[in-house]
């Protein structure tokens, strides 16, 4: 199963599994899970360090490194994702998790997310 993990589930993946959720972390440990990130997560990452938050505190460079030494594919953003964001219903107005969300849709990656907002989305998109 191809897997796309929301920003939060990266940062935990990579530096604090522990806040993991369970179902999460079994997706994840899966054989059967193909893991994937999206070059946006990297992008909201340097933006919101960037802005002083503190749940964002890590370098990016570091994290996308971590990542594909880990064996998740990288995702880049595309125009395609870009125009099918007009098509997503005004459920969640953060640009970053709309542009998972036509990402997931258009290459048919289930998008995990911890986040309820994000989870009412119709199509690919599973929260843990």
Same mark, same amino acid.
């Given at each position: ?7 939060? =589930?990266?940062?935990?993946? /990579?530096? #604090? ?5 369970? $179902? /999460?972390?079994? =997706? ?16 909201? @990452?340097?933006?919101?360090?960037? =802005? ?21 594919? $990288? ?13 997503? +219903? ?14 997931? #849709? ?5 998008? =995990?997310?911890?986040? +309820? @907002?994000?989870?009412?989305? +119709?199509? +690919? @998109?599973?929260?843990?």
């Amino acid at each position: 199963m191809k897997l796309l993990l929301d920003t939060h =589930l990266l940062l935990w993946a /990579a530096g #604090q599994p522990d806040r993991l959720p369970d $179902e /999460a972390r079994a =997706l994840i440990d899966s054989p059967e899970s193909e893991l994937f990130f999206s070059a946006a997560s990297i992008w909201e @990452v340097v933006i919101k360090r960037g =802005l002083g938050r503190k749940d964002f505190q890590v370098d990016a460079r570091l994290l996308r490194r971590g990542l594909l030494d880990n064996g998740y594919g $990288e995702l880049p953003v595309g125009s395609e994702h870009v125009v099918a964001i007009e098509s997503l +219903p005004s459920i969640h107005k953060d640009p970053f998790d709309r542009v998972l969300v036509a990402q997931a #849709q258009v290459e048919g990656i289930t998008l =995990l997310t911890v986040d +309820p @907002v994000v989870a009412q989305y +119709p199509g +690919p @998109v599973r929260a843990v």
